[in-house]
């Protein structure tokens, strides 16, 4: 576990060396440094609203704006944080608005984990949309169809397996990562010819994540 955690931290808190040259990771580099030196400032309030407005601006410099149009009569379902539309015959796009953050740095740590765990449905950064003044960030992954119903006693053991304990309903916390785990229900958690498919992942850095 240690191991894991320490290549995690170079990940999340460093640079390297999943994805260093990533748009995915350019963000995510650009964010962390944004908020430590937001944070430098003694007592300051740093809100959610003062990081978007500088992502933007990273982001049209960088030109990270997803500039295709997202056609309707692809659109397959959404979620409180995100609309989901076919790509092609073996991907699908996902807006996300990062509602489930209190960061958009949070949202895409939450990416590059779920990309270190589960590389068979990894997340592919595109860019960034404005919509109704609205601002997403749209990625891309593969389209899993599941044939067979999702056994939450299947997902629960193999996240005890490796070392997330449940702490009610269908969220989980590891404490030796210093992750937190959440939202695993049968919608992000599919099932194809017996093997577990995680599609929308929840993570939250614990604090015991920073812990060397």
């Known amino acids: 576990m240690k191991k894991i955690k320490n290549e995690l931290q170079n990940i999340i808190l460093r640079d390297g060396p999943i994805g260093s040259s990533s748009k995915l990771k350019q963000v995510q580099h650009f964010l962390r440094e944004n908020a430590n030196s937001s944070q430098g400032i003694e007592k ?28 309707e009569d692809m659109f397959i379902s959404e979620g409180a944080e995100q609309r989901v539309y076919k790509f092609d015959d073996f991907n699908v796009i996902k807006l996300n608005s990062s509602i489930f953050y209190e960061y958009w740095l949070d949202y895409f740590n939450n990416l590059l984990i779920h990309n270190f765990f589960f590389s068979s449905t990894n997340y592919d950064f595109l860019g960034f949309k404005i919509i109704d003044k609205q601002v997403y960030a749209v990625v891309k992954q593969q389209f899993i169809t599941a044939n067979e ?17 449940n702490t009610r ?18 919608e992000n958690v599919l099932t194809k010819n017996g093997i577990l498919y995680f599609i929308d992942t929840v993570f939250y850095i614990h604090k015991s994540f920073f812990e060397f």
């Not at 119903?149 to 304990?165: D, G, I, K, P």
């Not at 309903?169 to 049968?186: A, Q, R, V, W």
């Open 149 to 165: 119903t999702t056994n939450l006693q299947s997902v629960r053991s193999f996240l005890e397996y490796n070392s997330f304990h």
């Open 44 to 71: 300051q309030e740093y809100f959610k609203s003062e990081e978007e407005k500088c992502l933007i601006d990273f982001a049209t410099k960088h030109s990270l704006f997803y500039l295709n149009e997202i056609d």
């Open 169 to 186: 309903n269908n969220d989980y916390i590891s404490k030796d990562l210093g992750l937190i785990f959440e939202d695993l229900h049968d």
